[in-house]
T-cell receptor, first 113, second 113 residues
């Protein structure tokens, strides 16, 4: 069955530091993977998605993620954190039937000045 | 502007009462979804619908009901059978078939008193 595991429920970085949010997946079929961001009391917004094209995927707001099949990982990175990046981030994978997304439990990113 | 509108944004209800959450989209999307979000649990799928007059249970459908009489509308009823209904509810849609990008509404926060 498809699933995603986000390592670390809370990550804290300083402004200007590297952001690394970890996501490992389990999938019985070639996975479609996504990263979403959620600001307080709002819906989710797509950051980027992997759909079996390039393994390095670039998204909005300077984020990118690399699909590594050998490690079953899809970690999200940003070279330099900004205060506005503070939010909750969710990794997701398409379910086996291809009909819905399965989400991880989320990682809250805090950015300090 | 196209988008997904959820209402009400905040809702309070007494135990034993049914409540219906509205979700309307003007994106002309075929598929619509309801997710429940609890702190530290991520998003869990309640119901989804890929076409009008058809819907499928997700992982946590017990105590919930839906209808899809119109393409643009997918209301969710939280019944008195739902044991722990206090949560943040998110509606989403996607153009057709399996989900590529999900477009989310702003959410409805239900509190049972």
């Amino acid at each position: 069955a498809q699933s995603v595991t986000q390592l670390g429920s809370h990550v804290s970085v300083s402004e200007g530091a590297l952001v690394l949010l970890r996501c490992n997946y389990s999938s019985s079929v070639p996975p479609y993977l996504f990263w979403y961001v959620q600001y307080p009391n709002q819906g989710l917004q797509l950051l980027l998605k992997y759909t079996s094209a390039a393994t390095l995927v670039k998204g909005i707001n300077g984020f990118e993620a690399e699909f590594k099949k050998s490690e079953t990982s899809f970690h999200l990175t940003k070279p330099s954190a900004h205060m506005s990046d503070a939010a909750e981030y969710f990794c997701a994978v398409i379910n086996q039937a291809g009909t819905a997304l399965i989400f991880g439990k989320g990682t809250t990113l805090s950015v300090s000045s | 502007d196209g988008g997904i509108t959820q209402s009400p944004k905040y809702l309070f209800r007494k135990e034993g009462q049914n409540v219906t959450l509205s979700c309307e989209q003007n994106l002309n999307h075929d598929a619509m979804y309801w997710y429940r979000q609890d702190p530290g649990q991520g998003l869990r799928l309640i119901y989804y619908s890929q076409i009008v007059n058809d819907f499928q249970k997700g992982d946590i459908a017990e105590g919930y009901s839906v209808s899809r009489e119109k393409k643009e509308s997918f209301p969710l009823t939280v019944t008195s059978a739902q044991k722990n209904p206090t949560a943040f509810y998110l509606c989403a849609s996607t153009p057709s078939g399996g989900p590529g990008e999900l477009f989310f509404g702003e959410g409805s926060r239900l509190t049972v008193l």
